[in-house]
């Protein structure tokens, strides 16, 4: 038995079409490949949504040493936005611990999030350039440049 047969077809063209739409769109892999997951291969979506929180923080880390390295990271964008996400990641894992997550509540829970989630992502893409001209309006600068 080869290493062959026990590759599944499917995996593999889901994989490439995946990256193929991540490189046409610039999107994160997380949110094409996780409703993959769920709903093509039938992965439970705590595991789904586990496995692309892994990979994410694997990939992100070995982007952040590059850039850590290269000295192109603003640490003050940095601790602005770690500002907000740190405590609201404690306060998401204090309610989550109140939960159980062992149960279909759980995952009807991960799915219907990851669903509202995906709509939302989907909505603000649409209507980019739109929003960005409303800011554009109120803010000096909205096209990223620093000062």
Same mark, same amino acid.
């Given at each position: 038995m080869s290493i062959f047969d026990s590759i599944e077809p499917l995996y593999s063209v889901s994989g490439f079409g995946v990256?193929?739409?991540i490189g046409m769109t610039g999107m994160g892999g997380g949110s094409l490949m &996780?409703?993959?997951?769920? +709903?093509?291969?039938?992965?439970?979506?705590? &595991?789904?949504?586990? &496995?692309?929180?892994l990979f994410a923080a694997a990939t992100k880390s070995g982007g952040s040493v590059v850039h850590g390295l290269a000295r192109s990271i603003d640490w003050r964008v940095v601790g602005l936005l770690a500002a907000g996400s740190i405590p609201a990641t404690a306060a998401t894992l204090v309610e989550l611990s109140q939960l159980d997550l062992r149960g279909p509540a759980a995952s009807e829970l991960i799915t219907?999030? +990851?669903?509202?989630? +995906?709509f939302a992502t989907t909505t603000v893409l649409n209507f980019r350039n739109r929003i960005l001209a409303v800011y554009a309006a109120r803010v000096e600068l909205v096209d990223g440049t620093r000062p």
């Open positions: 990256g193929f739409l &996780t409703p993959l997951l769920i +709903l093509l291969f039938g992965i439970q979506p705590a &595991t789904a949504v586990g &496995t692309d929180l219907r999030v +990851l669903g509202y989630t +995906l």
